[in-house]
């Protein structure tokens, strides 16, 4: 472009020097050679210009020809990758508003269900606190039945009290409240705790609790939940056990898990219920009659899942459970 130009610039100075050459002398000759040769200069100028012109047309046509068998060839793939790409959006789309859907009426259902189960366990002691306090206003009792009734009354206050505790340590599991140390521990001594906590409801039933000895095997935990954890297994064990038996635990190892085996001579689970019981407000037909919420296992599960572990139940229903207690190495 710049030597096109360059050039026009060039033939308008000779063009120029030609008319003034032309006007200022008096030779015939000297004016038909100017004229001459500025014809010439026009007549080359304008073949050069067309070239160019000619050049340029055929690089258009051959752009606009190229882009046209480009587009004739890719325009259905062009516009069937635009179609598919807005129906995957909108695809997508549909399939979040669906599971957010579907999540939202989950969580509502799981109020319900809890605030249903909460009502159903907070009633009963209620209504037996306000019983008991009604017969203890009366002035015609003796005093052994006001000893029995205060007894009652406070037994009734620990059950309150128990589901209330149960909750509120549901609740910060489940909220994520709670933060986990978890470190290395050794399971021997963290039993031997746990055993310490439940000795005296073992000894009321005259339950005798043998730990394997001298089996020192670490894990990754935290020591405080995973004492809840083992307690709640422990507990129900007892509470499900019939008087003068035994209650067994072991510890070993694999490759990646320390296990803790508990093994009692219970009234046993059955299989159908296996996963039920660990349930959140799960309690089998067959221990209605047992203190218990429904909570203890339930809560078991929820810490040892944070902690990378887990736990499973074999059972022979009339003879007794073994739960597996599996925790990292």
């Not at 026009?8 to 050459?21: A, E, K, P």
């Not at 406070?154 to 709670?178: H, Y």
Request: glycine share 2%.
């Amino acid at each position: 472009m710049m030597n096109k130009i360059i050039a026009t610039l060039y033939v308008l100075f000779l063009f120029s020097i030609s008319i003034i050459i032309f006007i200022s002398t008096n030779s015939i000759l000297i004016k038909c050679l100017i004229i001459l040769n500025s014809l010439v200069s026009i007549l080359m100028y304008c073949l050069n210009i067309f070239s160019f012109k000619s050049r340029i047309n055929h690089l258009t046509h051959y752009i606009f020809n190229t882009f046209d068998k480009t587009a004739t060839q890719s325009n259905k793939e062009y516009e069937e990758t635009i179609d598919s790409k807005l129906l995957h959006q909108i695809n997508k789309y549909k399939q979040e508003l669906d599971i957010e859907k579907e999540e939202t009426i989950h969580s509502k259902q799981e109020i319900q269900s809890l605030v249903t189960h909460i009502s159903h366990q907070v009633k009963t002691p209620l209504a037996n606190i306000k019983i008991y306090n009604d017969l203890l206003a009366r002035n015609d009792l003796s005093k052994e039945e006001a000893i029995d009734f205060h007894i009652m009354l406070n037994q009734q206050i620990n059950k309150l009290d128990f589901l209330m505790e149960s909750l509120i340590k549901m609740s910060r599991l489940e909220t994520d409240i709670i933060q986990l140390n978890i470190e290395k521990n050794d399971l021997y001594s963290t039993l031997i705790e746990v055993i310490n906590h439940v000795f005296l409801l073992a000894e009321k039933k005259h339950i005798n609790i043998e730990l394997s000895k001298n089996t020192h095997i670490s894990a990754l935990y935290d020591e405080k939940w995973t004492q809840e954890a083992i307690f709640n297994v422990l507990e129900n064990c007892i509470k499900y056990s019939n008087k003068n038996t035994t209650i067994t635990i072991q510890i070993s190892k694999n490759t990646f898990f320390s296990k803790i085996t508990i093994t009692d001579q219970g009234i046993g689970i059955k299989k159908e219920n296996y996963n039920n019981i660990f349930q959140r407000f799960y309690r089998a037909q067959e221990v209605q009659d047992e203190d218990g919420i429904g909570i203890g296992l339930y809560l078991t599960r929820e810490i040892l899942s944070r902690e990378e572990g887990y736990i499973t139940v074999q059972s022979e229903y009339g003879k007794g459970s073994t739960f597996t207690i599996y925790l990292k190495r």
